[in-house]
């Protein structure tokens, strides 16, 4: 009867992965989710109808600041796409002259270095796969290790960029700060994109690629019309920037990025380095001749808002207060018993958690989604399992933001149903429909997710991150179990009535 009710309670996670599997979308999904976890929490743990409301209101506002972060993250996103910032990253990559061995390298660096300067993996695909698909194709380079290369370098900055949604949102929903965050895993994501560096040269090698270069930049003058269509209705964002690669622009509009990245790493408040980055931006936009009026500027501005607010952030909202009723009726206790159960040391609890925000995601086909459903769950099962000093705690809430993220957009991609994979399979089909490309493909040579996925789960479980700096965790005795604290107790009464 028990195990019946508990899998009644659970029943709208399987709901909002069917709808979500079956191809609505999340802003339809996520409330008819919502709506029956409301009506399960009244008919099944007799949950007052405004006792849920009540959680699921306190659930949004937990994310509240992380909404009006990502509001001005879609803001300078968008103006770092039209002002030339991400154009002359691309444009540095493109310099240092491609051959059909070093054009995977090469994606995979600048993407990783364009999403984080952009914040979008999407937006940085759907601009890039023109470029490094047709770059592959002239030098005669793989274009399954190239695909591969720009998607895996692409979710780079989606899971460390200071104005990525999914950085915000992991990071909001475990009550970290994003600058904390970037900090901590500073050092493990950079080694995982330069490991996945030297894999795609290796494999280059080993397939025996060509070594002549070619121009990368005139590879965009020769994009074929039907491309410059695809993007403009699948993409639009991404048309000036890649007119302003064809153009060129100064190599100074590459100083907002690094001033917000500087910025970060000091540890500055995540505002002000976005403010730095939109006001930098403007003002040397104004001197490359990118950039336009004032008012014109909070047009921009205004229009960031807007779509922010538009779907993600409305998105956000309702899977957060899904979230904040299925906590409220206790709907995933089972799952967080068991986990408990099968752990021995905290480690071992927090590596679970990094294998449920997996699952999850290959569950609901969408990172975001699994960010904020799976977010709370993992966070309740620390909270509620694990003890030690505040700052050891708030260490561990850090790699819980971590786990959500990377499990999220690195999981993708090694996920062959997931709503990413579907997006990079039209983008590419669109852009380069010379070679018919399936999601299974994104898979055969991905090694920034494999490296991302794989890495984090060994180095949590194994106590290797010790040799990371600043990626270490706390471990026992300065943070331990509470079932092991409670049982030395009993033992200690046992001993004592013996």
């Not at 695909?125 to 194709?137: D, G, K, Q, V």
């Not at 949590?460 to 005795?477: A, I, N, Q, Y």
């Not at 509470?482 to 049982?487: G, I, P």
Request: a negative charge; one cysteine or more; glycine letters at 8%.
């Amino acid at each position: 009867m028990n195990f019946l009710k508990g899998l009644i309670k659970f029943s709208p996670v399987f709901l909002l992965a069917g709808l979500m599997i079956a191809g609505y979308d999340a802003l339809i999904a996520a409330p008819l989710a919502a709506i029956y976890a409301f009506a399960i929490a009244g008919l099944v743990s007799k949950v007052k109808f405004q006792e849920s409301m009540d959680a699921a209101m306190k659930s949004v506002s937990n994310i509240l600041v992380a909404l009006f972060i990502l509001m001005f993250a879609y803001a300078m996103a968008s103006l770092f796409m039209s002002s030339g910032v991400g154009a002359s990253v691309v444009n540095l990559a493109l310099s240092m002259g491609v051959t059909a061995k070093t054009v995977a390298i090469v994606g995979v660096v600048c993407t990783g270095i364009l999403s984080v300067a952009t914040g979008t993996s999407w937006g940085t695909f759907a601009a890039c796969a023109p470029i490094f698909m047709w770059l592959s194709h002239i030098v005669d380079g793989n274009p399954y290790l190239t695909v591969c290369a720009i998607a895996g370098g692409a979710c780079f900055g989606d899971n460390i960029g200071l104005i990525s949604d999914t950085t915000i949102v992991s990071s909001g929903i475990q009550g970290v700060q994003v600058v904390d965050r970037i900090r901590h895993q500073g050092v493990w994501s950079i080694s995982c994109l330069v490991l996945a560096s030297i894999c795609f040269y290796v494999a280059a090698v080993v397939m025996g690629l060509p070594s002549e270069s070619v121009d990368g930049a005139a590879v965009v003058a020769q994009i074929p019309d039907n491309v410059w269509e695809v993007l403009e209705a699948e993409r639009p964002a991404a048309i000036p920037l890649l007119e302003q690669i064809a153009t060129g622009v100064p190599l100074y509009m590459v100083v907002p990025l690094l001033l917000v990245i500087g910025l970060a790493i000091f540890g500055c408040n995540t505002f002000a380095c976005i403010g730095s980055g939109l006001v930098s931006a403007y003002i040397l936009g104004q001197f490359a001749g990118t950039t336009g009026t004032v008012n014109e500027f909070f047009d921009q501005c205004m229009g960031g808002f807007a779509e922010a607010g538009g779907w993600v952030i409305v998105m956000m909202m309702w899977v957060a207060a899904f979230g904040g009723v299925m906590q409220k009726m206790n709907a995933f206790e089972p799952l967080a018993k068991f986990v408990v159960k099968c752990s021995k040391k905290v480690r071992h609890l927090m590596t679970w958690n990094a294998i449920l925000s997996l699952v999850g995601n290959a569950t609901l086909s969408d990172e975001m989604a699994q960010i904020v459903t799976i977010g709370p769950v993992i966070k309740e099962i620390l909270e509620d399992n694990v003890e030690g000093s505040e700052e050891d705690m708030y260490k561990l809430r850090l790699r819980n933001a971590t786990f959500g993220d990377a499990m999220g957009v690195f999981g993708s991609q090694l996920i062959p149903w997931h709503v990413y994979l579907a997006y990079y399979v039209g983008i590419a089909a669109g852009v380069y429909p010379l070679f018919e490309l399936q999601p299974i493909d994104f898979l055969r040579y991905n090694f920034m997710a494999y490296i991302a996925v794989f890495s984090l789960l060994i180095l949590t479980f194994t106590g290797l991150d010790r040799f990371v700096p600043m990626f270490k965790l706390p471990s026992e005795p300065t943070v331990r179990l509470k079932k092991k604290t409670t049982e030395t107790k009993e033992d200690i009464k046992e001993n004592i009535a013996a």
